[in-house]
């Protein structure tokens, strides 16, 4: 088992910063990709980015690219997502999720664990 706490979401103006983390707690860490996904009212969730088990491979929606990074310290057992010039359309709740995989993937029925959600409000 795998538990996954998020933090760091909260309301923010376009155009600003949030850095949110994912602390881990259970079987290795390490051994496990790690991805985040997000859900706006009334959509489905959607893949936002994966980080493979050794930070060497990292994969991004179209959306996101250039704009959000994750990162992961396996030391701290924590992936992070930083988000800058967010934009009102980034509005979601954002949820971490690990999967067992060799590389990051952005199918999320790969994803084993998941953690209970933080939320993000961009505000125009």
């Known amino acids: 088992q795998v538990q996954l706490v998020e933090s760091g979401g909260g309301l923010v103006q376009a155009g600003g910063s949030l850095r949110l983390s994912c602390a881990a707690s259970?079987?290795?860490?390490?051994?496990?990709?790690m991805g985040w996904f997000r859900q706006a009212p009334g959509k489905e969730r959607e893949f936002v980015a994966a980080?493979?088990?050794?930070?060497?491979?990292?994969v991004y929606a179209d959306s996101v690219k250039g704009r959000f990074t994750i990162s992961r310290d396996n030391a701290k057992s924590t992936v992070y997502l930083q988000m800058r010039r967010l934009k009102p359309e980034d509005t979601a709740v954002y949820y971490c999720?690990?999967?067992?995989?060799?590389?990051?993937?952005?199918?999320?029925?790969?994803?084993?664990?998941w953690g209970q959600g933080t939320q993000v409000t961009v505000s125009s």
């Open positions: 259970g079987r290795t860490f390490s051994s496990y990709a």
């Open positions: 980080i493979s088990w050794d930070s060497s491979s990292t």
């Open positions: 999720a690990a999967s067992p995989s060799v590389i990051p993937t952005s199918l999320p029925t790969r994803y084993n664990y």
